[in-house]
C-alpha cells in the first residue's frame, strides 16, 4: 500500500464544484442522463451501520456549500429518528445517482455495491475497522475508483481490511474541521461511552461495565463526571451523571481529561488537545492508532483515578499519524470523490 497524502498540502485550494454536465446512472446501471447545469453530484453513501447516519453528518456543511446531495442508503427508516439531518432513501427509492460511496466491506455495502454495480464506486474510511481482511471486500475492491482514510495509521488498517495494494488518499478527519477551544473546567472528566447492547445498526463493545464502575470511582474522588453518549448508547445507564447536549467533541473542550472504550472519536478528542485514558478488556480488538492517542489503558477501575490524573495530551507526532490533517477535512474528502469517481 502506499499512502498518498498529496491532497493535504494545500489547504487553501477551493473546490470549485465545476460540476456541469454530470452524467447520472439510473438504477440498475441504465443509460446516463444529462444533468442540469446547475446541479451538483448526487452521492449514495453504504455504511456497516446501516442506520448509522452520525458518520456521515460532518460532511453535510461541505456538501451544502457546493450543492451536491448526499444520501444514505438504509435497508428501511426504522432506525432514523425524526429529524435526523442526514438524508436518507432504501434502494428502491433510488432513481438517478452519479457514485456510490462505502465506508466499509460489510454485508450492507457489499449489497448495495452489488445493486448499484454500474455505478462509479469509492471506499473511504469514516470509523475505524480492523487490520483483518472482510469477509465480502473481494466482492467490489476491483472496482474502486479510489480509497481514501482519515489519517496514514487509519490507511494501513484501512489497506488490510479490504486486502488491497493500493494508494491511498489521506484526507483528514471531516470532524476536525470545526474543532472547539479546549477551556477546561477544574475537575471535569468527559466519559465517552460505546453501546451495551447490539442492535441491527451495529454490535456491543465489551468494557462498559469497567467504564460505569471507573466513572462511579472517579465521581467518588470529587471528579465532574460529564458523559458524551455514543449515538447508540442507552442513555438510562448515564443519567445520574450530566450528559452531554452537544456532541462529544464539542463537550471534550470542558474536559481536563477524557476516559472511554477506543472507538472512533479518540483521536478527535486527543486533536482538540485533551489527555485520554482508555478502558480495555481482553475481548476489545482495537487498532494499536487508537491506542496511541491514549495517555494511559485501564483494566482494572481501581486504576482510573491515577490514570485520569496523570493523563497527559498525546504529542504532536502521534496526533499527525493517528489523526491525520486538521482542518479542511471534508473539502479534501469530496475533492477526491469528485476527480475520481464523479461522471464528468
Excluded at 453513501?45 to 438504509?74: C, D, K, M, S
Excluded at 466499509?104 to 483483518?132: K, T
Amino acid at each position: 500500500m502506499k499512502i498518498d497524502d498529496r491532497s493535504t498540502l494545500s489547504r487553501r485550494s477551493l473546490l470549485t464544484g465545476a460540476l456541469s454536465g454530470v452524467g447520472l446512472a439510473a438504477l440498475g446501471g441504465t443509460a446516463a442522463h444529462a444533468a442540469a447545469p446547475s446541479r451538483g453530484p448526487r452521492v449514495l453513501i453504504a455504511t456497516n451501520e446501516p442506520w448509522g447516519t452520525y458518520h456521515a453528518a460532518p460532511l453535510l456543511p461541505e456538501a451544502r456549500r457546493l450543492g451536491w446531495e448526499l444520501t444514505q442508503l438504509v435497508p428501511d427508516r426504522s432506525g432514523i429518528k425524526p429529524g435526523d439531518p442526514v438524508q436518507v432513501a432504501t434502494p428502491d427509492e433510488v432513481t438517478q445517482a452519479d457514485l456510490l460511496v462505502v465506508t466499509g466491506a460489510g454485508d450492507w455495502p457489499a449489497d448495495c455495491a452489488a445493486r448499484f454495480h454500474r455505478l462509479p464506486l469509492i471506499a473511504s474510511s469514516l470509523a475505524y475497522q480492523l487490520p483483518v481482511e472482510a469477509a465480502r471486500a473481494a466482492e467490489f475492491r476491483e472496482r474502486l475508483k479510489a480509497i481514501t482514510a482519515s489519517s496514514p495509521a487509519e490507511a494501513k488498517v484501512f489497506d488490510d481490511y479490504l486486502g488491497t495494494r493500493r494508494p491511498i488518499t489521506v484526507v483528514g478527519t471531516p470532524q476536525t474541521d470545526d474543532l472547539p477551544r479546549h477551556a477546561p473546567e477544574r475537575g471535569t472528566v468527559l466519559v465517552l461511552t460505546s453501546v451495551t447492547k447490539s442492535s441491527e445498526t451495529g454490535g456491543s463493545a465489551p468494557g462498559t461495565e469497567l467504564l460505569l464502575t471507573a466513572a462511579e470511582r472517579l465521581a467518588a474522588a470529587g471528579k465532574h463526571i460529564l458523559v458524551g453518549l455514543h449515538p447508540r448508547e442507552d442513555r438510562s445507564l448515564w443519567e445520574r451523571y450530566e450528559i452531554s447536549t452537544v456532541p462529544s467533541v464539542q463537550a471534550s473542550a470542558r474536559a481536563e481529561a477524557a476516559i472511554g472504550i477506543p472507538g472512533t472519536v479518540f483521536p478527535v478528542v486527543a486533536s482538540v488537545g485533551v489527555p485520554l485514558v482508555g478502558c480495555t478488556d481482553p475481548r476489545l480488538q482495537i487498532p494499536d492508532y487508537l491506542l496511541s492517542v491514549c495517555s494511559h489503558t485501564i483494566t482494572t477501575a481501581d486504576d482510573a483515578v491515577s490514570a485520569v490524573t496523570g493523563a497527559k495530551p498525546v504529542s504532536r507526532k502521534v496526533l499527525q499519524e493517528a489523526v491525520g490533517p486538521i482542518g479542511g477535512s471534508a473539502r479534501r474528502l469530496l475533492k477526491v470523490w469528485r476527480k475520481a469517481g464523479v461522471r464528468a
